[in-house]
């Protein structure tokens, strides 16, 4: 972090939280909410898709009016505590001659403290319930599990072709346990050695059992020539013809499996 941003987030009194890489859950409301301007944005742009930043403004007022599911209030609501005037307010008002009321900015001011104030709690209430119902959910499939400095694992990383494949990549040392689910593994060889990782994207390295194999004593007595029966039918000449043969070419023949 540079020293301009640690200034910042001092005078604003900014806590700056670290995350693991490649763990979307951890910054879950920004990448939820990623998801949703996407969804929304592959709705209504051109086939062409080239006018989609044209509809920015509009998307993220539709965003921004609509009631959250955890807080139970819209974003518009929790800043301005009003609900916001939209385009069909506005010509409903013009059209039945409706008057905004006049209010000073002090009025105004005590208006917004009053309602923020009766709002908050109602907000924290349904956080906790909203967190805790996620939390139901996301522990279902969920299983303890643990590391230790010095134990060898695999990391499920983004591959070098494309950040949308992953693959098991390793194995590398864990060298701290950083909080209950964060490591920091040490990777030799790129081009930042020590990474801080989420559990859920590494799993233990078990090597593989060594195949021995049994060599085959030598033959220590040599080539033998096999005893092979003669048919009786052959002459005498015929039978010391095939002895001959075969002690000629006692090299060529063996009893040891492979050495023929």
Not at 50 to 58: A, E
Not at 109 to 126: F, T, Y
Request: charged share 25%; with cysteine.
């Amino acid at each position: 972090m540079s020293r301009v941003t640690r200034e910042l987030c001092r005078l604003f009194k900014i806590s700056h939280l670290r995350t693991s890489v490649y763990h979307p859950q951890t910054d879950g409301l920004v990448e939820r909410f990623n998801k949703t301007l996407k969804s929304m944005l592959k709705k209504v742009v051109d086939k062409d898709g080239k006018n989609w930043d044209f509809l920015l403004p509009y998307l993220m007022f539709a965003i921004r009016e609509v009631p959250q599911a955890s807080t139970g209030y819209s974003p518009f609501e929790l800043l301005y505590s009003r609900h916001p005037r939209g385009l069909l307010d506005i010509a409903k008002e013009t059209w039945e001659g409706e008057t905004t009321p006049y209010k000073s900015v002090i009025e105004h001011i005590s208006m917004m403290q009053d309602r923020i104030a009766a709002v908050m709690p109602l907000v924290q209430e349904h956080m906790e319930q909203a967190q805790e119902a996620q939390k139901r959910v996301y522990n279902r499939g969920a299983k303890v599990r643990s590391f230790n400095p010095g134990d060898r694992v695999l990391v499920l990383v983004p591959t070098v072709e494309s950040k949308f494949l992953a693959k098991w990549q390793g194995p590398y040392e864990i060298i701290e346990k950083i909080g209950d689910v964060n490591y920091k593994v040490h990777q030799p060889g790129r081009r930042k050695p020590e990474q801080i990782y989420h559990i859920n994207l590494l799993k233990p390295w078990r090597d593989r059992e060594a195949l021995v194999a049994i060599p085959t004593p030598p033959n220590d007595t040599g080539p033998s020539t096999p005893e092979v029966p003669i048919a009786e039918t052959l002459s005498v000449s015929q039978h010391n013809e095939v002895k001959e043969f075969l002690r000629k070419n006692k090299d060529f023949f063996s009893d040891m499996p492979g050495l023929t």
